[in-house]
C-alpha cells in the first residue's frame, strides 16, 4: 500500500476517538513544530537567502496615511505557517503509519492450530496402531 493511499485512508477514517486523539495531539504539537520553524529552521533559510526575515516580509497594498495603518500582504508569515503544517502533517501521519503497521503485523500473527478433539486423537492413535502392524 502506497503512503498517499494511507494517507487518504487516513484522513477519511470516520472514527471519532482518532480525532479527538489527534487534534489535541496536533495542537500540542503544533506549538513545539512553530516554534522550531519560527526560531531554528527560518533563521538559517532566511540568512542562506542574504539576511532575510520571513516574518517581516509583505507587499505593500495603501501605504499607511494619518491615523490609518498600512494595508499589507503578509505572505512571509503564510510561508511560515505552511512550512508549519506541512510538518505536523508529516508528523502525524508517520505517527499513525507506525501505529498501522504495527496493529497489521498483530493481524497477521496466525493462530496456533486448534487441538484435536478427543475423538479425532483416538481415531489417530489407531491409524498410527494399524500402520506398526
Same mark, same amino acid.
Do not use: C, H, W
Given at each position: 500500500m ?8 487516513? /484522513?477519511? $477514517? ?5 480525532m479527538?486523539?489527534?487534534? &489535541?495531539? +496536533?495542537?500540542?504539537? +503544533? ?5 522550531? &520553524?519560527g526560531?531554528? #529552521?527560518?533563521?538559517?533559510i532566511?540568512?542562506? #537567502? ?9 507587499? *505593500? #497594498? ?5 491615523? &490609518?495603518?498600512?494595508? *499589507?500582504?503578509?505572505?512571509?508569515t503564510?510561508?511560515?505557517t505552511v ?5 505536523i ?6 505517527? &499513525?503509519?507506525a ?10 500473527a496466525?493462530?496456533?492450530?486448534p ?5 479425532? /486423537?483416538?481415531?489417530a492413535?489407531? $491409524? ?6
Amino acid at each position: 500500500m502506497s503512503m498517499m493511499s494511507e494517507f487518504r485512508e487516513f /484522513a477519511m $477514517r470516520g472514527n471519532v476517538v482518532d480525532m479527538a486523539v489527534g487534534i &489535541v495531539i +496536533g495542537g500540542a504539537f +503544533g506549538k513545539i513544530v512553530s516554534s522550531f &520553524v519560527g526560531d531554528v #529552521l527560518m533563521p538559517p533559510i532566511g540568512m542562506a #537567502l542574504g539576511g532575510m526575515d520571513f516574518s517581516s516580509l509583505a507587499i *505593500t #497594498l495603501k501605504e499607511a496615511s494619518g491615523d &490609518v495603518a498600512a494595508v *499589507t500582504l503578509n505572505y512571509g508569515t503564510f510561508i511560515q505557517t505552511v512550512v508549519d503544517f506541512i510538518i505536523i502533517a508529516f508528523a502525524i501521519f508517520m505517527v &499513525v503509519k507506525a501505529m498501522n503497521s504495527m496493529k497489521k503485523k498483530e493481524e497477521a500473527a496466525p493462530a496456533a492450530p486448534p487441538k484435536p478433539s478427543a475423538e479425532e /486423537a483416538l481415531l489417530a492413535e489407531i $491409524r498410527d496402531l494399524l500402520k506398526k502392524d
